[in-house]
């Protein structure tokens, strides 16, 4: 029975990768669309690691037996205003799924369930490091007060470090 909360939870999670996602995949649509080459690759890099993560889970739900259930009716219905605005929502989604990859290990803890919290463990150290890049990127964007011909510079000479 816990282990049922559990899982429910990872399955969860797994539909969080997807919906990130898709929204890393918007987010670099909006970037080409304002020119931004280097906003796009790594939002479109983001994309397919996000995609990974998803499958990660549910190879792993597989291996336990369980069935991964997919959300097919994910919307996005998000406005982007500037590249810091699009930084700014991918940071918070961040940090929503390391709430929420807390709450799993903690739970997968409390009910003994090692190898669920032992297969977390990949994913609480990944989102230190997400949660770092954006962060980074956020903190140089703000120096730019989103002037469109500084942006261009950013784009093209600083987020190239980071794809
Ligand atoms: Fe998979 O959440 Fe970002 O990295």
């Known amino acids: 029975m816990f282990e049922n909360k559990i899982i429910k939870n990872l399955n969860n999670q797994l539909n969080l990768e997807y919906f990130t996602s898709k929204l890393y995949l918007e987010m670099s649509f909006w970037c ?64 929503k799924i390391t709430r929420n990859i807390n709450y799993i290990s903690n739970i997968s803890l409390k009910y003994k369930n090692y190898k669920i919290f032992h297969f977390l463990k990949w994913y609480i150290l990944k989102q230190i490091k997400e949660e770092k890049i954006l962060k980074t990127i956020i903190d140089n964007l703000i120096f730019f007060n989103n002037n469109q011909k500084d942006i261009l510079i950013f784009d093209n000479l600083f987020l190239s470090k980071y794809i």
Request: aromatic share 10%; charged share 20%.
């Open 32 to 95: 080409d669309i304002k020119n931004l080459k280097n906003a796009n690759i790594f939002f479109q890099n983001s994309s397919n690691d996000e995609l990974k993560h998803m499958n990660k889970i549910f190879k792993f739900l597989c291996d336990i037996n369980v069935l991964p259930i997919i959300n097919s009716n994910i919307s996005l219905n998000i406005n982007f205003n500037s590249l810091l605005n699009v930084f700014k929502k991918a940071y918070i989604n961040e940090k």
